[in-house]
Each structure stands twice: as C-alpha cells, then as structure tokens.
C-alpha cells in the first residue's frame, strides 16, 4: 500500500508540517535543524471511531502501518503517524501551535 496526500498544513510559527492521507492517516512533522544522525522511533497513536459498532463491515481501504524505525537526518522528521479506522480519506485538518495540536 502507498500513502496519498489528501490534506496539508503548514505552521511557519512552530515549524510543523501537518498531512492528512487518503487511508485514514495524519502524519505530523517537525524541522530538525540539527545534521546529526540518528534513530526515530515516532509515536504510533490508533483511534477507532466504531468500536461501538461490532458488526460493522469496513469496504474501503486497509489501514497503512509503520513498518520500522525512520532514520533521522536534517529537515522535516516524522514525529507522530495517528491511524483512524476505518480507514476513509481525510477530508480536513486543523493544527494549534500553542497546544501543539
């Protein structure tokens, strides 16, 4: 499976870069400024919207999972991928830099 984006915020007061995919996905980026190298390990956070619902049958696309460590490097570094099920595209975001959400 391939992550698309479908939504996209930048914040130039704290740097953050915000993108909402077509599977139910929001990766939130931060700049790092510094040239070292070295593991990231972003948060993995999963929210599902009908666990009241059992019975419900999701269609549409299978949920994208993280697959390993990122390396870091200088530039944009992905800090926490949120995973909505079911996995329908994102059709808006909002972003609050003094609550950095």
């Known amino acids: 499976?391939?992550?698309?984006?479908?939504?996209?915020?930048?914040?130039?007061?704290?740097?953050?870069?915000?993108?909402?995919?077509?599977?139910?996905?929001v990766l939130?980026?931060?700049?790092?400024s510094n040239n070292r190298f070295k593991k990231n390990i972003p948060d993995y956070i999963e929210c599902n919207l009908i666990e009241k619902y059992p019975n419900?049958?999701?269609?549409?696309?299978?949920?994208?999972v993280?697959?390993?460590e990122l390396p870091d490097s200088a530039?944009?570094?992905l800090q926490t991928m949120l995973a909505i099920h079911p996995s329908?595209?994102?059709?808006?975001?909002?972003?609050?830099?003094?609550w950095n959400l």
């Open 66 to 68: 993280l697959k390993n």
């Open 56 to 64: 419900f049958v999701w269609r549409g696309h299978n949920k994208l």
């Open 1 to 25: 499976q391939r992550f698309s984006i479908q939504k996209l915020i930048i914040c130039e007061k704290s740097y953050t870069l915000v993108v909402g995919g077509s599977a139910g996905n």
């Open 88 to 98: 329908s595209p994102i059709s808006c975001l909002a972003y609050c830099h003094k």
């Open 28 to 32: 939130i980026y931060t700049l790092n």
């Open 75 to 77: 530039g944009y570094t």
